[in-house]
């Protein structure tokens, strides 16, 4: 699980907490952009193309609360997923 929001100064924290409930990472990114890569990254276990980076910080990010929310490694696949549903029904 991912639970991250926007500091004062416009970067990114990220807690990684475990399905325990334990924190195991903190993650500190420079930006949306840079966040979007990090979670793509983590999810996968590749970095994600530039493009599907710039989409998810498009259509997921820039909606979520900017003081905060919590996302898990599942929902940024299932986003994925339903990306690649949608370029194959085009």
Same mark, same amino acid.
């Given at each position: 699980?991912?639970?991250?929001?926007?500091?004062?100064?416009?970067?990114?924290?990220?807690?990684?907490?475990?399905? #325990?409930? %334990? !924190? =195991?990472?903190?993650?500190?990114? $420079?930006?949306?952009?840079?966040?979007?890569?990090?979670?793509?990254?983590?999810?996968?276990?590749?970095?994600?193309?530039?493009?599907?980076?710039?989409?998810?910080? #498009?259509? %997921? !990010? =820039?909606?979520?609360?900017?003081? $905060?929310?919590?996302?898990?490694?599942?929902?940024?696949?299932?986003?994925?997923?339903?990306?690649?549903?949608?370029?194959?029904?085009?």
């Amino acid at each position: 699980m991912y639970v991250a929001g926007w500091e004062e100064d416009g970067r990114v924290g990220v807690d990684v907490v475990d399905d #325990r409930g %334990v !924190l =195991s990472a903190r993650w500190e990114c $420079g930006d949306e952009g840079a966040l979007a890569v990090a979670l793509l990254s983590d999810a996968t276990g590749h970095r994600p193309k530039e493009a599907t980076a710039t989409a998810f910080r #498009r259509e %997921v !990010l =820039s909606l979520l609360p900017r003081d $905060g929310f919590a996302m898990s490694s599942q929902e940024v696949c299932a986003w994925l997923l339903i990306r690649a549903i949608e370029r194959l029904e085009r």
